[in-house]
Every structure is written in structure tokens, then in C-alpha cells.
């Protein structure tokens, strides 16, 4: 398979003219010729409602090109567009054909863009510059036909825990485009910040908008009028945005705001660290309906498309069980309980924004809930709760953490900017290789997959120890390139699951289109995690290895090191196989055109044995050398839900045996468990370990392994397994 890799991206980057289109179109022929754009091409439109499209168009191949790009009416011209019923392209399909000219038809303006969309991918990666490029603009001659798989096709952004400002947002929505996304997700309400005016709550934003005091407060939101204009900017280029407002939970920043809304009149604070609040909107009070409907009206208003997200989730019911409100209202509602009264609160607000002719969308969380139909549902971490929404008729919208989660970093190689740790890596392979219809779906109910969603929370911004927010007054946005890092080259594999069909996707093909890809990025001046070289080793009949590489861009080359020390550009390049005696003492680096850019290190990683395997994951090694009284392992992401986790200590090198003394799991500093079976670690059989009992688990938490011990010479292996 790797080879099938190598031979492909080979023959893409000798041919450097093949369409590498992205997402892939549902049929594409290459008719072998080459058209080039001439200074004096124009674009025309046959009918006006392809008018806007056509301007939209030469808006958009102006900068790179410096041409004047003149539109006109009629059938002439360099580029036409056209408005025409075709039903087999559906709601946001075209045809582009290239011949010795350029036509693009559809029955939509969303058609008519997606069509100019792919035409930009057709020329040079440098149509995507702000500025002047001097370039001979060529394009293949090609005919397609294309049509997406589903009609959502979504990214998230919380810009609650950081604050994104307008401009950025608008920027977001442009790196979504060119991915033929349709869905923004605006996570605009949570626990750390209320980002949305409401001019009947002025307090939402004054307060709750900032959090911190003094020179480290920070915060921000938008107006009405920057709403209005992304929702416009957006609609553009054909990209809905859902606005989240989540309840009952997530909700401290309106607490803070106005404190009568929780089940407790008290002062309340917006925190300035990552935790879920455990303050809900009291659901016993009348008040808190005035509110949330006032609010919900004028969101309504500033949003036209048909969802709005409640969200539902991570609702701890504490302060509800308490209140005399809350209790009230479950006896008067004759209910089983808190849940029960989250349910009721859910298909309230459901019946509320009916009446202003909206769907609600939320988290697995309110399938519980007795929603109607209608409602859509987002499955984040229940594949389960997809399929049986689907069943029951609901929309399903697929975010899954393994998948579509791009704030959990695409691997542990070392240097990884922090990121989500509370689950395994999403791999930009892991982003691609899945299909959003769960595969116990079966017949009509397949249909109520509507597509799928990628999610950036911010969690990691808000840590302080990670240093990722920008500070005020500091000048820089590194919030934004870290966001950037997180998205591309992730939003690529997610557009082409939610564009291509199924059957027609393969990992080889994509991966070699991404080459091209990265160039675009590059131009368009977005950041993007660079890709690690492909390696591919043989063991020789003499027991010597060799070694060769690729690099994953076009234009960049793989540069290596065999004496430690950290390749970088300067370091030898591996333009043939090389032989080695041993594989650990390679490491190598992608080193894009432009050689500031370079990727993180490759390094063959150290196999564990299966004896050890079976023992679960390695956490870490303790040895003479390393140990310290107190030795603390990172587990997040091991510790993935509540459990009985085993940790074992395996033996590796014998000697004077260590002895364990203490162990105790910390969730966030704290502990919330301890193991009792300690002593030497030599004596214990290798199916034995220490059990940790955790029924306090916690998404997004921090967890690690608290390990005490006695010095000793022997060294082994630290490993968790959840029994
Ligand atoms: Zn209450």
C-alpha cells in the first residue's frame, strides 16, 4: 500500500498539470488540452440571474491575475455562465465544460459558485494570491458534472472561550468556500463568554462578553450590524449560519450577567479557566422563559437560516435538584425527574421557535428529551444516538469526536502545538477514512443523515498554560494561526467525505491532490499544519534497512539527519533510498518551497512487544536514572470515560526492584482515585497491575497518573487498560 503511494504522488507531480480538485467532483473527464486565460478574457452571463455569479467570479480571478476581468451580458466571452434547469445536479450542482472556453451552468447560484469554485482549482495554486501574480494562466480542458453527497456539509467554531473577531470570521468562511462547505456552526454562547448583542439585555455583552480583571480582562463580541454582515458575507458564497445559544447549561456568562436566571439569585463570576459550569437556567421560574424568548426573537431575526442550535449537552443537574422552583415545576408537570424536566424545557423552546418558523438543532443529549421529528440532531460521541434519531425520522448531523473533532491535535509526534488530549489524535487519514452513515443504518432511514460537521472548541486557547490566546494589547493574532492549524489540512478530508460519494473515495488518490493543495494554501496565505514525510523502509538480506522518502507537498523536499540532532532545512536531502544499520537514529522533516517551512519530526517510533501491548497503553518508563520520588505520567485521553482502569509495571531490565509506594489518578491536579495493591515492581506477575476505580469523569479534563516510588535499578514500562 505505501508503495501505491509513493508511485502515485510520483506520477501527480510529473504531470503537474493533472486536475487535483478538492473535493472530487462526481465526474470528471480530461479531454488533454490546455486553455490559457488572456489578459483580455471576459465573463459573461446569459441570463441575469447568473449576473451576480458572473461578478462574483471576476471578483474573485482579479487580484491574482491583474486582469480587468470586464462582465457582460449574452454568450460571449472568455468565461459564461448560465442559469439552466438540469435535475440531475439537484440543489448545488453544475457543469463545467473547458473547452476553448470556459461554460459553467447550473440551476442555482450556489450551482453557479461551486462551478467557480472548482474552475479556480483547474488553474495555478497562485489564483489564490491577494496579489499580482505574473503567470501564464493555464487550465485542462475537462468536462464535469458534480453534485454533493449530502446537503451539510458544516464546520464549528466556538468563538465563546476565544474570541474571533469580525474579520477572521470572514476569513474562516472563505477557507470554508473553497472547501464547497455550506454550514457555519457558531458556537456563540458558553460558560466563558456571551458573544451576541441583544438589545433587550444589554448587560449579556457588557458583562458577559468579558471575563478577567484588570489588564489580563479579556473578551469581545459581535454587534448586530458585524452579524448581519457575516450572515451576508456567508450567504454569498452559500453558507448558512446556525447560531448556537445553549441551554440549559454552558450558561455561566449569563448568570454573571443577570444571576435571577440561575436557580439562585448570587453574584457569579465568568470563569477565566476551562471547566463546565454547573449553573443551569432555573426551568422552575417564569422569568427565565421571558428571557430566552426575548433573546431567541431577536435571533431569529438576524439569522434566516432554518436551524437554530440549543445545545443540550453536559447538563449536571445540582442546582436544579436543590431549588424549590425547579422541584415545583417537575410536581406541578407530574415528571420523573431532572431529566425529565430538561426534556420539557427542550420541547418548550422547540415550540417557541416553530412559531418563528425554526427547527431546533442539538447534541445527542436532547434525543432523551422528546423532541420532536424535526429537531436535528448532532451525534458527538454516541454513534449509537445517530442511528437511532435517523430511525425515528430525525435529521442527523455526524460529529464525531474520532473523526470530526479538529481540536484534538492529528498526532503525538513531538512539537504538536497543545491541543485536546481527552481523546486519541484525529489524523487528517482518520478525518478522511469513514463514512458519516453508520454502517448499522440501514434502507430509508439512511436518507436522515444529512452529512457531517467538523468542531473546533477552543478549549485550549483558554488553558494559560498553553499560551495560546492572544493577550491584550499584544498586536498578534496567534489565536488565528493556531485555529488555521487545526482546520487545514483536516476541513479538506471532511469536504471530500461530505461532496464525494462513498464509493468513489480513496485515501492514495486524496492524499496525492493534497500535494497540490497545501500550494493553494500557501498562496491564499492561510496556515496550515505542514505534513510529516512519508518513510518507507526494507529490511535488506545483509540486515542493514533502506530508507526513502517523500514529501507530501508539491515543491517541497525531505531532508534528514542519522546523528541526532534535528533535521532542518540545511540538512542533507533524501532524494534516494539510503541504507542504515538502525532505523532509530533516522529522522527527517518535509521542507516546503518557501523553507521556513518545515514540518515536525519523523522518527520511527520504539515498538512495544505484545506482552507488553496486551497490558494496555504505554503511559511511560521508569529506570535508575529517571526516576524521582514522585513521577507523574499524562493519561488523558488513556482515561477516556468512567471505569476500572488496570495499571501495570512490566519489568524490562532486571535489578534491584523499584517499589511503587503511591498511586493515585489526578483529574486537573486533584485526585479522584487511588490503588491500594502496591510494592516492588519486579515480584508482579505480568498479568497483575494496581486498579484505579474513576466514576468522576470528565470531557475535556486533564488526567495523569500520580506514580510514588522507591529507588531501585530496575527499569520497565508504565501501561493502562481499562478492564
Ligand atoms: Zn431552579
Request: glycine letters at 8%; a neutral charge; proline letters at 6%.
Amino acid at each position: 500500500m505505501k508503495r501505491m503511494i509513493l508511485s502515485l504522488v510520483f506520477m501527480t507531480m510529473a504531470a503537474g498539470a493533472s486536475p487535483s480538485v478538492i473535493p472530487q467532483p462526481l465526474e470528471m473527464k480530461e479531454t488533454d488540452k490546455i486553455l490559457t486565460l488572456q489578459p483580455n478574457a471576459g465573463i459573461s452571463y446569459v441570463d441575469t440571474a447568473a449576473k451576480s455569479s458572473a461578478e462574483q467570479l471576476a471578483s474573485m480571478l482579479r487580484p491574482a491575475t491583474g486582469y480587468d476581468w470586464p462582465v457582460r451580458q449574452g454568450g460571449e466571452g472568455t468565461i459564461v455562465l448560465q442559469t439552466r434547469k438540469d435535475a440531475s445536479l439537484g440543489k448545488e450542482g453544475y457543469r463545467l465544460n473547458i473547452t476553448d472556453r470556459v461554460v459553467i451552468q447550473a440551476p442555482t447560484a450556489a450551482g453557479l459558485f461551486y462551478g467557480a469554485q472548482t474552475l479556480l482549482q483547474l488553474l495555478p495554486p497562485e489564483i489564490y494570491s491577494a496579489k499580482k501574480v505574473s503567470k501564464v494562466w493555464n487550465v485542462p480542458t475537462v468536462e464535469i458534472r458534480d453534485t454533493p453527497r449530502f446537503e451539510w456539509r458544516g464546520m464549528m467554531l466556538d468563538v465563546s472561550r476565544c474570541f474571533f473577531g469580525k474579520e477572521f470570521v470572514l476569513r474562516y468562511i472563505d477557507l470554508m468556500a473553497m472547501h464547497k462547505a455550506n454550514v457555519l456552526h457558531w458556537h456563540l454562547t458558553d460558560d466563558p463568554g456571551w458573544r451576541i448583542e441583544i438589545k433587550k439585555y444589554p448587560k449579556l455583552t457588557d458583562i458577559g462578553g468579558f471575563r478577567g480583571k484588570g489588564e489580563s480582562r479579556y473578551g469581545g463580541f459581535y454587534t448586530q450590524d458585524d452579524i448581519r454582515e457575516i450572515v451576508q458575507y456567508a450567504a454569498d458564497r452559500n453558507i448558512m449560519i446556525v447560531p448556537e445559544i445553549e441551554l440549559p447549561a454552558h450558561s455561566q456568562a449569563v448568570m454573571a450577567a443577570y444571576p435571577h436566571l440561575a436557580c439562585f439569585d448570587k453574584e457569579q463570576t465568568i470563569p477565566t479557566r476551562h471547566f463546565i459550569s454547573r449553573e443551569l437556567y432555573c426551568a422552575g421560574k417564569e422569568s427565565t422563559w421571558e428571557f430566552l424568548e426575548d433573546v431567541m426573537d431577536e435571533v431569529c431575526e438576524l439569522f434566516p437560516g432554518k436551524y437554530v442550535h440549543i445545545g443540550g449537552d453536559e447538563a449536571k443537574y445540582d442546582q436544579w435538584k436543590k431549588c424549590p422552583d425547579c422541584q415545583a415545576k417537575i410536581k406541578e408537570l407530574n415528571i420523573k425527574g431532572e431529566h425529565e424536566l430538561q426534556g420539557w424545557m427542550t420541547q418548550r423552546i422547540e415550540k417557541y421557535l416553530q412559531q418563528h418558523h425554526k427547527k431546533i438543532l442539538g447534541w445527542d443529549e436532547i434525543l432523551g428529551c422528546g423532541v420532536s421529528d424535526e429537531a436535528g440532531i448532532m451525534s458527538w460521541w454516541r454513534p449509537k444516538a445517530a442511528v437511532e434519531a435517523a430511525n425515528r425520522g430525525n435529521p442527523v448531523v455526524m460529529a464525531l469526536t474520532g473523526h470530526c473533532y479538529f481540536d484534538a491535535p492529528e498526532s503525538h509526534v513531538v512539537g504538536e502545538p497543545p491541543a485536546a488530549t481527552w481523546i486519541p489524535p484525529v489524523s487528517l487519514r482518520h478525518a478522511y477514512n469513514w463514512d458519516p452513515v453508520p454502517a448499522a443504518l440501514k434502507g430509508a432511514a439512511i436518507k436522515n443523515i444529512q452529512g457531517a460537521e467538523g468542531c473546533i472548541w477552543s478549549d485550549q486557547l483558554i488553558n494559560p498554560a498553553n499560551g495560546l490566546m492572544d493577550k491584550p494589547g499584544e498586536g498578534t493574532a496567534h489565536s488565528e494561526a493556531y485555529v488555521e492549524y487545526l482546520t487545514l489540512p483536516r476541513l479538506a478530508a471532511l469536504a471530500e467525505v461530505c461532496w464525494t460519494p462513498q464509493d468513489d473515495r480513496v485515501w492514495d488518490d486524496f492524499f496525492s491532490r493534497m500535494a497540490t493543495q497545501y500550494n493553494r494554501y500557501d498562496a491564499a496565505g492561510w496556515n496550515y499544519r505542514t505534513p510529516l514525510p512519508v518513510v518507507e523502509t526494507k529490511q535488506n538480506e545483509e540486515g542493514t534497512f533502506s530508507i526513502s522518502a517523500i514529501a507530501p507537498m508539491r515543491g517541497a523536499s525531505v531532508h534528514y539527519t542519522l546523528n541526532g540532532m534535528e533535521p532542518t532545512a540545511t540538512s542533507v536531502e533524501l532524494n534516494a533510498p539510503i541504507n542504515v544499520k538502525d532505523t532509530m537514529a533516522f529522522k527527517a522533516v518535509t521542507v516546503g518551497a518557501d523553507e521556513r517551512r518545515t514540518s515536525l519530526v519523523f522518527n520511527f517510533e520504539e515498538k512495544l512487544a505484545p506482552r507488553y501491548r496486551k497490558l494496555g497503553a504505554l503511559v511511560g518508563k521508569w529506570s535508575a536514572e529517571n526516576v524521582a520520588p514522585v513521577m507523574k505520567f499524562k493519561v488523558t485521553g488513556k482515561v477516556d470515560q468512567n471505569g476500572i482502569y488496570r495499571v501495570s509495571f512490566s519489568e524490562k531490565k532486571r535489578g534491584e526492584a523499584m517499589e511503587v509506594t503511591g498511586l493515585r489518578l489526578l483529574k486537573n491536579g486533584r485526585a479522584i482515585a487511588e490503588g491500594t495493591l502496591l510494592g516492588p515492581t519486579s515480584k508482579r506477575p505480568k498479568t497483575e497491575g494496581v486498579d484505579l476505580v474513576v466514576s468522576d469523569y470528565e470531557t475535556g479534563a486533564h488526567f495523569e497518573l500520580e506514580v510514588t516510588m522507591k529507588p531501585g535499578k530496575n527499569q520497565g514500562f508504565v501501561l493502562i487498560k481499562r478492564k
